[in-house]
């Protein structure tokens, strides 16, 4: 089932009048990479098309491929073998997930009978050496994650689009998430974030989102979509369910980040950061990691279940080895991107006199850090002001938890 | 001190961290725009496949000389040993090859031409390996980058001899098409690569004294002379492929008209010459290429840095990781490709993430390290908190790394030449699709 706001992206990008280029703007959990399929699947079932599914990651086209047989088989009632000859999945195969090996090629006879072939912007046209694509044309294509793609990448499959005036390219993504660097160091502007800025008639935004409870929902519409991001109700109300008291012997502020009724917290951890070359560690935020994530397993939350996301590179290390046996993931900010779990800790490391977040202060790394939760976002930072006071972003998700959610410290 | 301060501080004074290939310098000494219309205006070249059987004999000499040529040599095998011990090596990239193509295509008839460039290869390796003794040591597809002179190469293969006064090496070249005589342009490609090889070996880049070329062609053995003629051509070429990709303007120097009729870019020559484009739109596509140009350079940074900084501070900022031993090396089951392990021997773990590109390097002694035999590829697994890394290798041959100390530089994949090719497709060819690239770039 799809809400009003994917309905009217749809129906937008598969009307007669729709412009050359649409994109359509999804804040976490709004469901792009499924409206994106259901876009291939009328596109091609109704308008009789031929589809190229485009993405910068691999894991992300693996995606779309998998709601489009999904799709295809479900709604349409096509039986496997006749998806699996209609939907390719093509370019670096090996970097494809396993599950998508019956749909992978890079036959040539097998891509030409295809109506649907998915494949990395970089490997849609191969310029030189075993060019796959390239006698390929294709009536539309579908480019998602555009809020992380340069224009002279996506510029990279418009030459296997047919020579005619019907085409059309439809970029799905969020650009207020995270965004392409440079080769300068400094934040480009991506595909969406260009047309949101030079062409808003041509940008639909998707603005329910499913993954975000209540209050966190509030706080990312609030502070990084000017309000517009909702959340139906039921989504609004999920509550972690935990087994058992949690201990009384915990410091208060245990107790109080791991209870249910607090979906958004924030512990203001005493330990400054430490540089460690490029990167920066926190061994203090890391300690107080690991005693909420043992407190979370002991109430009988899975370890699958809990991700643990900081912005350094040497904090992941530091965190990776504290909770060493665990089973707990510790990523980067960036590799949680797309991802989502019921219980996220985010580690936000920088600690100094100075206030300065270093590139924490990036408000699209913050909304990504602050909206992968589906049901608890714990936020383990200074206790002094690097991060209440160190961006407009921090400080807004700062006040937003102090009035809001629940804000404690471990220095008590 | 941040990414920037760190670039300011080991960039080359005034200049930029590109680097000019060996094959770039090869492309400049025939035709200054030879080199500029696939590297900067990112042309794709003209015409049909019949590079193909070409590209598949050298894909094949990649994969079987490394593991059979010491052995041939020892045994002063017949061409017909050559290729039957080849045959496996054969078989596999042929079936690769047949995989991926129409039925109705031409496939057939290049493998055909394939093979048969391959058996002339094998009667030119048989002489030589019957008049000539066995190498020491073979190297093959030797990746060596001078950030001194700002030279990169890949070298088909280095037999290192034993003489007098230490070792004696040689730089050899494939060249695996049909024409009988070796072009101007292939003999610089050569000399080149030498100059490469010097360097490695720790001479200065002109000193050929210990080094011989050898290019092993299907009809026969040729040995290029590396005149001082031909060296100060190769440097001429060299700084002007520097220059451009630097962004000076510097006049390319053209080739009498008569070979253009022959040269696979000679379309987009032609545009390029008289480009007729809105000069609103054509100040767009050269942005556009710039700006890519300069993600080209940063993909070289990690090399210099590692080339200037010492090694702790190398491996302090993050770019590269020392101690490693190669553990063991085997095959993925579904792509043919070496998957390696490697150990952590300093009881620290590693700092890397699955997923990134490294380029792994074997310390050799005495030798510059981006000179060293290496190999690039993708890290797949972490295994035991660090200690173990497990790399799905792309390119270089891992069984060359064995009983070396061996240092993991990150590294970034050079996926340029794609979007190049992308604004190269755009700038000349008008209608919708130059219209969506516009709407892209949000200028529509």
Redo the contacts between chains.
């Keep these: 089932m799809l809400n009003d706001s994917q309905i009217t992206a749809l129906n937008d990008r598969l009307s007669t009048t729709r412009q050359p280029v649409g994109g359509i703007w999804g804040p976490p959990g709004t469901g792009k990479t499924f409206v994106a399929a259901n876009e291939v699947v009328r596109a091609v079932t109704e308008n009789d098309e031929r589809v190229l599914v485009c993405a910068y990651e691999n894991s992300t086209v693996d995606q779309t491929i998998r709601n489009i047989a999904i799709l295809l088989q479900s709604r349409y009632g096509w039986s496997q073998d006749i998806i699996a000859r209609s939907v390719k999945r093509t370019g670096y195969i090996a970097r494809a997930a396993p599950d998508l090996y019956p749909y992978c090629t890079r036959n040539r006879n097998e891509l030409a009978i295809a109506r649907i072939v998915g494949t990395t912007l970089h490997s849609s046209y191969v310029t030189t050496g075993r060019m796959i694509l390239q006698e390929e044309s294709f009536d539309r294509i579908i480019m998602d994650e555009s809020g992380q793609v340069t224009p002279q990448q996506a510029w990279i499959p418009l030459r296997l689009l047919r020579d005619s005036d019907n085409v059309t390219v439809s970029v799905y993504g969020d650009d207020v998430q995270l965004t392409p660097i440079s080769p300068d160091f400094v934040q480009e502007k991506s595909v969406l974030r260009r047309l949101r800025t030079n062409n808003e008639r041509c940008i639909r935004m998707l603005n329910t989102t499913y993954r975000l409870n209540s209050p966190g929902v509030d706080m990312t519409s609030k502070v990084f979509y000017g309000g517009n991001l909702g959340a139906p109700q039921e989504v609004k109300d999920r509550r972690l369910q935990v087994n058992g008291n949690i201990k009384t012997d915990q410091p208060k502020y245990i107790r109080e980040a791991v209870a249910p009724e607090n979906t958004l917290v924030y512990i203001g951890v005493k330990g400054r950061e430490i540089i460690n070359g490029l990167s920066c560690d926190n061994p203090a935020q890391a300690m107080i990691i690991a005693d909420l994530c043992y407190e979370l397993l002991r109430v009988g939350i899975s370890p699958s279940r809990i991700s643990v996301i900081t912005p350094y590179g040497a904090h992941v290390r530091t965190l990776r080895t504290t909770l060493e046996g665990t089973g707990i993931a510790c990523k980067t900010v960036h590799r949680m991107l797309g991802g989502e779990d019921d219980v996220v800790i985010l580690a936000t490391t920088r600690s100094n006199t100075s206030r300065d977040l270093g590139f924490v202060n990036q408000p699209e790394l913050l909304n990504v850090a602050t909206s992968r939760q589906l049901m608890k976002l714990i936020i383990v930072g200074d206790d002094g002001e690097t991060f209440a006071e160190g961006s407009n972003a921090s400080r807004r998700i700062h006040d937003f938890i102090a009035s809001k959610g629940c804000m404690l410290t471990n220095s008590i | 001190m941040?990414?920037?301060d760190?670039l300011r501080l080991v960039a080359p004074r005034g200049k930029t961290f590109h680097l000019a290939e060996s094959s770039d310098i090869r492309s400049a000494t025939i035709c200054g725009f030879k080199f500029k219309l696939p590297r900067v205006m990112?042309a794709?070249?003209e015409g049909d496949e019949s590079y193909l059987p070409g590209?598949i004999a050298h894909k094949v000499l990649e994969r079987a000389v490394p593991e059979t040529l010491v052995h041939l040599w020892q045994n002063h095998a017949s061409s017909e040993e050559i290729l039957s011990t080849w045959r496996p090596h054969i078989n596999c990239v042929f079936q690769e090859?047949r995989?991926?193509?129409?039925?109705g295509?031409d496939i057939e008839e290049y493998l055909f031409q394939a093979e048969n460039r391959l058996h002339g290869i094998a009667n030119a390796l048989h002489e030589k390996i019957n008049d000539e003794p066995v190498p020491t040591r073979i190297l093959t597809e030797v990746t060596i980058t001078n950030t001194f002179t700002r030279h990169e190469g890949r070298i088909d293969a280095i037999f290192e001899h034993a003489s007098i006064d230490g070792i004696r090496e040689e730089t050899v070249e494939w060249k695996t098409y049909a024409d009988k005589k070796m072009s101007e342009a292939d003999k610089m490609q050569t000399i080149a690569n030498g100059m490469l090889v010097n360097h490695r070996y720790g001479r200065s880049e002109d000193n050929f004294a210990g080094d011989s070329l050898t290019v092993i062609t299907p009809t026969g053995i040729q040995h290029p002379q590396p005149t001082a003629l031909a060296i100060e051509k190769i440097r001429n070429a060299r700084e002007y492929v520097l220059n451009v990709l630097d962004g000076e303007r510097v006049r390319a120097k053209l080739p009498y008209q008569t070979v253009c009729g022959s040269c696979s870019y000679r379309n987009a020559c032609r545009f390029y010459m008289n480009d007729m484009t809105d000069p609103t739109r054509k100040k767009i596509f050269w942005s556009?290429r710039f700006?890519?140009l300069?993600?080209r350079?940063?993909t070289h940074v990690s090399k210099f840095l590692t080339d200037i900084l010492p090694a702790n501070v190398s491996a302090?900022?993050?770019i590269a990781e020392f101690g490693y031993i190669l553990e063991n090396i085997g095959q993925?089951e579904?792509?043919g490709?070496y998957i390696m392990t490697l150990r952590k021997q300093d009881n620290g773990?590693s700092?890397l993430?699955s997923g990134e590109s490294i380029r792994a390097i074997a310390l050799e002694p005495n030798t510059p390290i981006l000179a060293c035999i290496s190999c690039t590829g993708n890290i797949r697994e972490i295994n035991e908190?660090?200690r173990s890394v497990v790399i799905?290798v792309n390119g270089g041959q891992p069984s060359q790394l064995r009983h070396f100390p061996i240092i993991l530089l990150k590294t970034d994949v050079d996926?340029t030449?794609?979007?190049l090719?992308?604004?190269d497709?755009?700038h000349r060819?008008g209608?919708?699709?130059q219209?969506?690239?516009l709407?892209?770039?949000?200028?529509?």
């Design positions: 941040d990414g920037k760190i990112g794709v070249p590209t090859y995989s991926e193509q129409n039925i295509s556009t700006r890519v300069k993600e350079e940063r302090q900022l993050g993925s579904l792509f490709k773990s700092q993430d908190y660090g799905e996926l030449k794609r979007e090719g992308s604004i497709f755009i060819n209608g919708r699709r219209e969506i690239a709407a892209l770039l949000g200028e529509h």
